[in-house]
């Protein structure tokens, strides 16, 4: 029973463009959201967060959107730039005592930016 | 302040023997969980350990162990390996106001 899905396991987009990763979770109960970001040889990298009580968060190039209604999340990243080339993952927990609980992980968004 | 640590980073173990890995949390992190990433999967949580104490687990059978020292360090045994152990092992430490950093890794070979 996959919990949270990210339906999409690649993504190609231009230099300067925008890219959109896409999230999908079943289990109301999850009430916090993360983005981790992934290089070949290295473990994730935590990217950005957003918890049930907000639907927008932002961190320079980055902005999570979510949809509680719709148990949607999304990633932006504009300007796409060549480095931001990797995969995705999307995660999500219920937070309590702490931001650190158990994170159930989507499959991964391969993304490509291409120069 | 140095990151979470794994090692080894590699290893190859034989069918049906032991592996133990380990993990160096990030300085001043109380709380070390432990992922197994399969190969086109996304990372599945093992267990969690807070202070030495078991902290929640997952669909992972009794052949999946763990430790926490005082130091916070932590280790992952695995007993009775199969070919579907082989996978990529992920420590992550963290405390309760942060989100979990994870290590590089170790990559798990089991022939």
């Known amino acids: 029973d996959q919990q949270v899905k990210q339906n999409s396991p690649s993504l190609s987009v231009q230099e300067g463009r925008i890219s959109i990763l896409n999230c999908d979770y079943t289990?109301?109960?999850?009430?916090?959201f993360l983005w981790y970001k992934k290089y070949p040889a290295e473990g994730p990298t935590f990217l950005i967060s957003i918890s049930s009580i907000k639907d927008k968060n932002e961190d320079g190039r980055f902005t999570v959107f979510l949809n509680k209604s719709a148990k949607h999340l999304s990633l932006h990243i504009v300007p796409s730039q060549p480095g931001d080339s990797a995969v995705y993952f999307c995660?999500?927990?219920?937070?309590?005592?702490?931001?650190?609980?158990?994170?159930?992980f989507g499959t991964g968004t391969l993304l490509a930016v291409q120069p | 302040e140095t990151g979470v640590t794994q090692s080894p980073t590699h290893l190859i173990k034989t069918r049906g023997q032991q592996v133990t890995l380990r993990c160096s949390s990030q300085s001043g992190h109380n709380t070390v969980s432990w992922y197994q990433q399969a190969l086109g999967q996304g990372p599945q949580f093992i267990f969690q350990?807070?202070?030495?104490?078991?902290?929640g687990r997952g669909n992972f059978p009794p052949r999946f162990s763990g430790l926490q020292f005082p130091n916070y360090s932590s280790e992952l045994n695995v007993n009775a390996l199969e070919l579907d152990d082989s996978a990529l092992y992920l420590c992550?430490?963290?405390?309760?106001?942060?989100?979990?950093?994870f290590g590089q890794g170790t990559r798990l070979t089991v022939v």
């Open positions: 350990y807070y202070r030495e104490e078991e902290n």
């Open positions: 289990n109301s109960m999850f009430d916090y």
């Open positions: 995660a999500a927990s219920r937070l309590y005592g702490g931001a650190t609980n158990k994170l159930i």
């Open positions: 992550a430490s963290s405390t309760d106001d942060t989100e979990a950093f």
